[in-house]
């Protein structure tokens, strides 16, 4: 850090604004000839960049084709049945998946869209509009674009739908490519984030076997959204291009909002960072109110568009906007005193804004009525021990490892393929300079008018905005992805493009350079180049015979009984039967054949939690009138119990399903271990298990009419008169 200290001492010096300017050129200030935005040109640049842009396109068409060629090698896709292709799309994969088949069978485009608003299908008993519950728009999109598109005759549609949903892989490396690009002003760092994100494929992304995931379609809009804002705070920007840059960011924001239910969580996350970023005064308020407003523009768009989901407008990020404007522009002397005056204000500011955040929330959910997105808060409580453990829809995150901390060996395969160091270096050496900026900035000024102009060029020099953003971003998601894990594929792609920025920009250069007392530029622009050559050569050495053995790796998708199911379905079941069991399996269902379903993946919905965990309770022990009631209540025809649910042993104690239901119901659970002293021992049999004996209390009530070594069906009957009443006093009991 030895030349934050001379830059510090330089200031204390009696010398000139322009030799303080001239001392710290290189240092987040330097704005390279290499053009990403049009601008002079020469002939030189035109090629250069072209070349730039070219290799951006390559880079992204190659991980397209990478991703597509392991799908393809993993299931051997384009050989197998189509119900085979269509059990591969697993869990809630399966749902979003199946409105895309059901936009083509319907009978026109207008009859389709109708179907999805007046749906009653996905839930029995209900009729939902799926394009307000669901963000299920892209599929609306690709739908009437395979129609209206001369395609049908050589292109299936399941793979006109995999393939859109690689070819956003493309656009996502892009856009980080630019990002990195932007903020380094050479295209090798472009080219470096994307070799590594291709090469922390496993860390980067799961597309090829969770091709639907509304994550895929999502987290490509918001790198270019990244991008948008990195171009938006480029020092010295012209008006149109800040018009343009502004029109982008709203347009990616709100494609971003559109395809991911979790879009207000990301983005308060964002509104978090340029909160900082303005209590640091690193950006102006103009900027600062128009990266707010984009947002609250862009979720309100998606609110119209989903028919007035209440969802958004009781969201955080949009209280907290609010909140943060609000008490913004009440506060007009926030900025203003000495260094611990201020210091004292920023603190109170935050909190009186953090405190009119949660008032605006809480009230605006209690006037909407909205508990679609409880279930997340109790699973935030639960998981640092500030609520109750033995809520079931908290304990089905919290016992999952992909919503548990980071593991070791993600930090470990990001250190394998030299991501992490140049990171972490970058990471230290940014964030020492923002933090001597941001005091830089808090001192009180003196002197004369014109001296303060001059004091307000220093600062915009001394750190570059949109640098600083990138900084922020990084590091607070960097933070959610440690402490929940499915949440680190928003992180490491953006954390490709910083840790290229910190090798092929000129902070850590000149920082060295100067260290070592040297101020060859020739020498330093040679460094700035060849170094990102040599790790890409050694990452080819490395990684390129890799590549290739993983790509030679031949699979075939291979699931006989869960085929030999949905055939059993499709051909033994009346075609409005409806089915209950475990939500990942009844996607697959609604999929495959059509039928109707009892409950489904997504969650965010509080009478379809509450009708989940009352369908769960056939994996719970309770007594066969009781689960006759609770599915007959749901809708169910038929039944499907999973042995690898009611013998799981893929959880731990405490974490399988079943153990989930007893705490909830207050039983002892099963097997050796410790239980909770006000847990009692359950009155009836675990019913999945007690079932297959077919004694009389089951068969009575329940036909079994298909089993194979994974599954059993069992029809409902209807119950006799005689125990109508028995079985409602039993229920009420519980």
Not at 25 to 53: A, F, M, Q, R, Y
Not at 198 to 214: A, G, Y
Not at 634 to 660: F, K, M, P, Q, T
């Amino acid at each position: 850090m030895t030349a934050l200290r001379q830059r510090k001492g330089s200031k204390g010096k009696e010398s000139t604004l322009a030799e303080f300017q001239s001392h710290h050129t290189n240092c987040c200030t330097d704005l390279h000839t290499e053009k990403v935005l049009p601008g002079d040109w020469s002939w030189g640049s035109i090629i250069w960049t072209s070349v730039g842009w070219s290799m951006s396109v390559g880079l992204g068409l190659l991980c397209c084709i990478y991703l597509a060629t392991l799908h393809e090698n993993d299931l051997w896709f384009s050989n197998i049945k189509d119900v085979e292709r269509e059990i591969s799309f697993r869990t809630e994969c399966g749902l979003y998946y199946s409105y895309f088949k059901q936009m083509l069978q319907a009978s026109s485009i207008q009859e389709g869209i109708s179907d999805l608003i007046h749906d009653n299908l996905t839930e029995s008993k209900r009729t939902i509009n799926l394009l307000q519950r669901m963000n299920i728009y892209q599929e609306v999109f690709l739908s009437i674009l395979y129609r209206l598109l001369p395609v049908q005759s050589y292109l299936e549609p399941v793979y006109f739908y995999i393939y859109t949903v690689f070819s956003l892989q493309a656009v996502y490396v892009i856009a980080l490519y630019l990002t990195a690009w932007l903020l380094s002003g050479s295209w090798l760092a472009g080219v470096l984030t994307g070799v590594w994100y291709i090469l922390n494929r496993v860390d980067t992304t799961r597309v090829e076997f969770t091709i639907s995931l509304r994550e895929n379609w999502s987290l490509p809009f918001l790198a270019l959204q990244v991008a948008a804002i990195s171009c938006y705070l480029r020092p010295k920007l012209t008006a149109l291009k800040q018009m343009v840059m502004v029109w982008l960011m709203y347009v990616t924001t709100f494609c971003f909002c559109l395809t991911w239910q979790f879009n207000q969580f990301i983005l308060l996350v964002q509104a978090l960072v340029i909160y900082t970023l303005d209590c640091l005064n690193i950006l102006t308020a103009k900027q600062v109110t128009t990266l707010y407003l984009v947002q609250v523009s862009g979720l309100l768009s998606v609110w119209l568009l989903q028919f007035c989901n209440s969802m958004l407008l009781g969201s955080l990020v949009l209280s907290f906007i609010v909140a943060a404007l609000f008490i913004r522009r009440c506060q007009s002397g926030l900025k203003t005193g000495s260094l611990l005056v201020r210091l004292g204000k920023l603190l109170l500011h935050t909190a009186v804004v953090l405190f009119l955040t949660f008032t605006i929330n809480y009230l605006a959910k209690k006037v909407l009525q909205l508990r679609s997105d409880e279930h997340i808060f109790k699973f935030i409580k639960s998981k640092f021990a500030f609520g109750l453990t033995r809520d079931f829809d908290a304990s089905l995150y919290l016992c999952e490892e992909a919503f548990g901390l980071l593991p070791l060996e993600t930090v470990e395969r990001l250190a394998g393929t030299l991501l992490l160091y140049p990171y972490i270096v970058t990471l230290l050496l940014l964030s020492g300079i923002m933090a001597v900026t941001a005091l830089h900035n808090m001192r009180p000024r003196q002197g004369s008018a014109e001296e303060s102009n001059g004091a307000e060029e220093i600062q915009e020099v001394v750190f570059r905005p949109d640098v600083a953003y990138n900084l922020l971003h990084t590091l607070f998601y960097g933070l959610l992805a440690f402490s929940t894990m499915r949440m680190k594929y928003i992180w490491t792609g953006h954390m490709c493009a910083v840790a290229a920025y910190g090798v092929c920009g000129m902070e850590l250069w000149t920082l060295l350079f100067n260290t070592l007392r040297c101020n060859n530029k020739v020498l330093l622009r040679l460094v700035r180049y060849a170094v990102p050559l040599v790790i890409i050569g050694s990452l080819y050495c490395k990684f390129w015979p890799k590549l290739m053995e993983e790509l030679s790796e031949l699979r075939e998708f291979y699931d006989p009984d869960t085929v030999e199911l949905m055939t059993w379905i499709s051909t033994k079941t009346p075609k409005y039967a409806v089915f209950a069991g475990s939500m990942q399996l009844l996607a697959g269902i609604k999929l495959c054949t059509g039928r109707g379903l009892t409950n489904h993946p997504h969650y965010e919905d509080k009478d379809l939690r509450d009708r989940t965990r009352q369908v769960y309770q056939v994996y719970a022990q309770r007594s066969p009138e009781d689960v006759h009631s609770i599915l007959r209540a749901a809708g169910a025809d038929y039944v499907v119990l999973e042995n690898s649910i009611c013998y799981e042993r893929r959880h731990r104690r405490g974490c399988r399903l079943r153990d989930l239901l007893d705490l909830s119901n207050g039983h002892i659970m099963d097997g050796p271990g410790e239980n909770d002293p006000d847990l009692i021992s359950a009155p009836h049999p675990r019913f999945c298990e007690a079932i297959k004996t077919d004694a009389a209390a089951y068969a009575s009530l329940f036909t079994r009419v298909f089993q194979n070594k994974t599954f059993h069906v069992y029809r409902l009957k209807k119950k006799r008169k005689k125990s109508t009443k028995s079985s409602s006093e039993t229920s009420v009991t519980q």
